[in-house]
């Protein structure tokens, strides 16, 4: 069985674990600290879990920009690459989607890198249109 839920602290070596399926180099405090944060924010972190196994997790929050209406943005959503093709990424976002309208948000937006075609292809099955192309940019804050 399947559950979907609000991550817990105790969850973070799997957020880890699961992030760097994609690359992404995270480590445990900080994902602890995402976690807690989120707790006081517009702001979920959502787990798939079966039974005491994270299989996926998404990161959803709301995002104020002077020039448009709030909206609900996807900051990452990972399947555990044994779970793909079983629903598992659809009851995440159906879940950070339901987030989202209890939050008064009426628009979902989701950033992908050009090289991940496969989750193209799901945010597309699942509504998501392509509104444009642009470049990231980067520059560490040096300190004061």
């Not at 995402?34 to 929050?61: C, F, K, M, N, P």
């Not at 002077?66 to 609900?72: D, Y």
Request: aromatic share 6%; proline share 3%.
């Amino acid at each position: 069985m399947l559950e979907i839920r609000r991550a817990h602290i105790e969850d973070a070596n799997d957020l880890v674990r699961l992030a760097h399926v994609l690359g992404y180099a995270i480590d445990v405090a900080a994902a602890r600290a995402t976690v807690e944060r989120s707790e006081q924010s517009d702001a979920a972190v959502l787990v798939a879990a079966a039974g005491e196994l994270i299989v996926g997790w998404t990161h959803v929050y709301r995002t104020d920009l002077v020039q448009e209406m709030p909206f609900a943005e996807l900051g990452g959503l990972v399947v555990d690459p044994r779970r793909r093709g079983s629903g598992v990424g659809k009851r995440l976002l159906d879940a950070a989607q339901h987030w989202a309208f209890d939050h008064g948000l009426a628009t979902m937006r989701v950033r992908s890198n050009v090289v991940r075609s496969g989750a193209h292809r799901f945010y597309e099955r699942n509504g998501f249109a392509v509104e444009k192309t642009s470049l990231t940019f980067v520059k560490p804050i040096p300190p004061r």
